[in-house]
């Protein structure tokens, strides 16, 4: 097992640009797999809830060049607890959201990086901003002084065509780059997460930075 799961990474990360940031997605993998992962290189793990998180860890502790990162949906009372265990953030959704982590950081001394998680078609399975919405809050977003804001995150709708998955990813960067060209202070568009497991290909042809995968290095995990 341990020399699939190296293969697959090594075979992933050869279909990769150097400058585009593999994140392993290990909710509901073991820490003995990620163990295996980090021994193949991988040095940036995406969790979805702060408890698996938090355990893991605890149990990882010897490990302490790995970068955390927050990509399941976040809710205001777990902000605290995923801003003392994450560097990154990326599925900030919601002004209210961002507000309450700004806040919060400030009392902890923190400064994390986050994206903001952004809907480019309507889907009422995901969170995140619609375009018009993300556009209105750039101002009050500009005044969380405390969050490194760095860019963009996106899911697209299930079941689209790779046309249509493209087409996602491509508004993605070009919403990044739209926000960008207006010089906010506070906000840089360097960062765009897309791609996961069955779409990070397209992603990356889309100008992608970072593409969080699990099923691809870790196989399908339970339901």
Known sequence: MTGDLAQRIVKIRQQLPESVRLIAVTKQVSVDAM???YAAGV???GESRTPEAELKQA???DLPDITWHLIGHL???KARKALELFQWIHSVDSLKLAQRLNQLANELSLSP???LQVKILPDPNKYGWSVP???ADLPALNQCYNLQIQ????IPPFALKPPEIRSVFESTSELADKIGQQNWLNIQMQQLSMGMSDDYPLAVEAG???VRLGRIIFGQRNP
Request: with cysteine; hydrophobic share 40%; glycine share 4%.
């Open 35 to 37: 163990r295996e992962a």
């Open 43 to 45: 040095r940036d793990f």
């Open 59 to 61: 149990e990882l502790q």
């Open 75 to 77: 809710q205001s009372n």
């Open 113 to 115: 990086q986050v994206c």
């Open 133 to 135: 919405e993300l556009l």
């Open 151 to 154: 860019g963009l995150m996106t």
């Open 208 to 210: 992608a930075t970072m």
